[in-house]
């Protein structure tokens, strides 16, 4: 069948999953021309959103859904190398009022992590190639978000033409985490939410235990298989360190080399866990594995966390 301009459909046909939907525009490319293949990579992607419900506001309906990566420090990155690509997937999802960025597992199942940028709250957002450069109004920080889905670049372009970007000076002009369990904005660096107190994972914590225990760290963020190669990695080396530390207590010929290489080994690998586990804390890992959302668990709303 020819494909055709868009058809408004029956008030029912709003919704996907239960989430409020803009059709005209989730299914259409960036000339508003409705397109099956479109609608089918929609699909798939909205399957993976049926937490989001709870978050979103009277009115506010989801107008594209697509995939990229979270933002990552440079040394982060060099420590990550290849394995960024699968460490940092996200979903963006794009709204009337705000972008959702989902930190995600490889195959984007939710991770309990959930942030916003508000239109409002930007001087700018521009898709440059493909990564979705956001220049926010509070100090002009700046964040990049890369490997945006080459299918929806020319809608986001589109869409974000149509975005107001005021420039706002307000607590919003930047981007928040949300508490998965009542909704509300969280506080960065505070490890537990002010309005409903669930508690998150600890940067400290996670710096301990990458230091004291082999593949700690990792365990701790809930990234096993990490956790069980550096532990495997890390043990090795140990064991290698202690078989070699008697030839050179025995002042073996070269036995000092053999120990400082697999030493300095073990250290960059410690540094690197270190690096990660501490890096990932920034996403708001709750204790607690599985949550339901419920905004009715956030305290009333006062002048200081209505901003």
């Known amino acids: 069948m020819a494909e055709k301009a868009f058809e408004p459909v029956s008030i029912m046909g709003q919704q996907i999953f239960g989430l409020p939907v803009d059709r005209e525009t989730l299914f259409s490319n960036h000339k508003k021309i409705y397109k099956k293949r479109i609608e089918n990579r929609q699909r798939k992607l909205i399957v993976k959103l049926p937490f989001l419900k709870p978050f979103l506001k009277t009115g506010e309906k989801i107008l594209l859904v697509s995939t990229g990566y979270s933002p990552i420090t440079s040394l982060a990155q060099y420590a990550t190398g290849f394995l960024f690509v699968y460490l940092k997937r996200s979903l963006f999802v794009f709204t009337n009022h705000r972008i959702f960025q989902v930190p995600t597992t490889p195959n984007y199942k939710f991770k309990q992590s959930i942030s916003q940028i508000f239109y409002t709250g930007c001087q700018s957002i521009e898709l440059k190639g493909g990564t979705l450069v956001v220049k926010y109004a509070k100090l002009g920080k700046i964040e990049k978000f890369r490997a945006i889905a080459l299918s929806e670049r020319k809608n986001i372009r589109a869409l974000l033409k149509q975005m107001p970007h005021l420039g706002t000076k307000s607590q919003l002009g930047e981007r928040f985490h949300l508490c998965p369990q009542c909704t509300r904005p969280l506080t960065a660096a505070k490890y537990v939410c002010e309005s409903c107190q669930l508690k998150f994972k600890n940067k400290i914590v996670a710096y301990i235990l990458a230091i004291l225990f082999p593949g700690g760290g990792y365990f701790y963020i809930r990234h096993y298989l990490l956790g069980l190669l550096d532990a495997i990695v890390e043990i090795f080396l140990l064991l290698y360190i202690a078989v070699t530390l008697e030839d050179v207590l025995n002042k073996v010929e ?37 949550i339901q959302a419920n905004p009715a668990a956030a305290k009333p709303l006062t002048k200081k966390n209505s901003d």
Request: aromatic residues 10%.
């Open 254 to 290: 070269g036995s000092m080399v053999y120990m400082l290489v697999p030493g300095a080994i073990f250290v960059a690998v410690k540094i690197i866990s270190v690096i990660h586990s501490t890096h990932f804390i920034e996403d708001f890992i709750p204790r607690k594995k599985e």
